[in-house]
């Protein structure tokens, strides 16, 4: 299943529980499951063999109750409004769930960059801001990187809109150190996944340092989490990515797998454990079982198959609606993306903060900000999960949907 069903179904199977569960006005409801604004934008540019191209892009703007619009910007051949509009509102939840003064955003370009120069995507990225421009800025609207978008974008988008309105760092998130990026944003998902996975335990009983650990995935997201729930004392069993997997009962050796992996932007020749397929890695036996690659992994093919204690969705809609509902008769509690993943934003909205302020933090202030950010949020979800008896993701849902309710009422229509 494609990410874009997975996420999109668990988000409004969600959304729609949720606001029975909170007791909202369906007037009011509805005012906040629609988007606010949709733009559609045409991009030309010209390729490096002189021909003009032309692309459509997208920023839908879900909901700034709380604050600025808030989201990435991928490059994906499958981006469509539809896939934009769905993870929009996802950010809108996960930022009011963090209590981020912010709202939710997302956009994308339907295009596949692995086969274009980066003098092209350069020229595309630029015009595409500039299409954008009328409805972003550092107070609407803030940008950052998404699939296939890193930092070096980020510098692109910066520049472009310096030059019109100029130096604003704060217009996008993710930049480069050098453009006004904050330490700590690398691995700030990882860490607060692997804070996350460090909450869960606390919470059941399970000592750390005695506890196992398969993550799919091992990019960004996946390799510091390996490595922060390393130095947590876990033992990780099994590690993946597009390469396939390897499984080593007695612990693989994380902080090499992660130097080599760094390096090589792979797994694949690490010289650890014994292959397997991606789809044995997620069969593994473990107590915390970690997707962090791709939508949909865990769906109603192989959820009956898992077997594992927790299922900590680190990537964006991991486990699809009908696999949800399987693990939840088989007791097994998924612990949702907008939770797991939301370090990311998090050290987003201080890089932000940063570039307004004109004032750089140390490493240890983001990562000390970052820590008492996801366990305030995790004890609110984990309090409404245990007063109200519904899995993690709906509670999560409560918390972040009666905020933005609130601010909606109180702001006036
Ligand atoms: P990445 O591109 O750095 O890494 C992706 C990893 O998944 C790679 O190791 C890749 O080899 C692996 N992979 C790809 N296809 C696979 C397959 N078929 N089977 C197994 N592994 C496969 O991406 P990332 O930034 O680590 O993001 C991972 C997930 O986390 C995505 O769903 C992303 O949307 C989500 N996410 C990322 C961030 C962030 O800050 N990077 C924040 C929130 C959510």
């Known amino acids: 299943m494609s990410k874009k069903t997975s996420s999109v179904n668990a988000a409004t199977g ?94 994308g370009i339907a295009i596949d960059p692995s086969k274009f120069s980066v003098h092209e995507l350069e020229r595309l990225s630029r015009k595409f801001f500039r299409a954008i421009d009328p409805v972003i800025g550092p107070n609407i609207d803030i940008p950052a990187p998404d699939v296939n978008t890193n930092a070096q974008v980020m510098g692109w988008f910066m520049d472009e809109y310096s ?16 453009l006004g990026g904050s330490e700590g944003r690398e691995h700030a998902t990882g860490k607060g996944t692997a804070i996350t996975v460090r909450e869960t335990a606390n919470k059941n009983d399970v000592a750390l340092d005695k506890s196992t650990v398969v993550i799919q995935g091992f990019g960004n997201v996946g390799s510091f989490t390996a490595k922060f729930l ?59 079982l970690i997707p962090a690659a791709l939508g949909g992994a865990i769906n109603k ?10 299922v900590i969705e680190a990537a964006n809609g991991p486990v699809t609606p009908k696999a949800a509902e399987t693990l939840w008769e088989k007791s097994v509690p998924v612990i949702p993306d907008i939770l797991t993943n939301a370090g990311g934003v998090t050290v987003s909205y201080f890089e932000w903060v940063q570039n307004l302020q004109q004032f750089k933090w140390e490493l240890e202030d983001v990562d000390t900000k970052l820590e008492t950010k996801m366990v305030k949020a995790f004890q609110e979800v984990y309090n409404i999960k245990v007063e109200k008896k519904v899995p993690m993701r709906i509670a999560s849902f409560m918390v972040a949907i009666d905020r933005v309710a609130r601010s909606f009422q109180l702001r006036g229509v």
């Open 14 to 107: 969600a959304y729609q529980r949720a606001v029975e569960l909170l007791g909202l006005k369906p007037n009011i409801a509805r005012a906040l499951e629609m988007p606010d604004r949709e733009l559609t934008v045409e991009v030309p540019f010209r390729r490096d063999n002189g021909e003009v191209m032309s692309l459509l892009g997208f920023r839908v703007q879900h909901n700034n109750t709380r604050g600025p619009f808030k989201g990435g910007i991928r490059y994906h051949h499958h981006v469509d409004l539809a896939e934009v509009r769905a993870l929009a509102s996802l950010m809108t939840w996960k930022t009011a769930l963090l209590d981020i003064p912010y709202g939710g955003g997302k956009g």
């Open 230 to 288: 390393d130095e947590y004392g876990c033992k990780i069993v099994g590690v993946s990515d597009v390469t396939g997997g390897i499984h080593e009962p007695d612990g693989l050796e994380i902080s090499s797998l992660f130097d080599h992996n760094y390096k090589n932007r792979t797994i694949d020749g690490c010289g650890q454990g014994k292959n397997i397929t991606n789809d044995e890695l997620l069969t593994l036996e473990c107590d915390f």
């Open 301 to 310: 093919e192989n959820a009956d198959a898992l077997n594992c204690r927790f």
């Open 163 to 178: 030059q019109a309105h100029g130096y604003t760092p704060a217009i996008v998130t993710g930049k480069p150190l050098e």
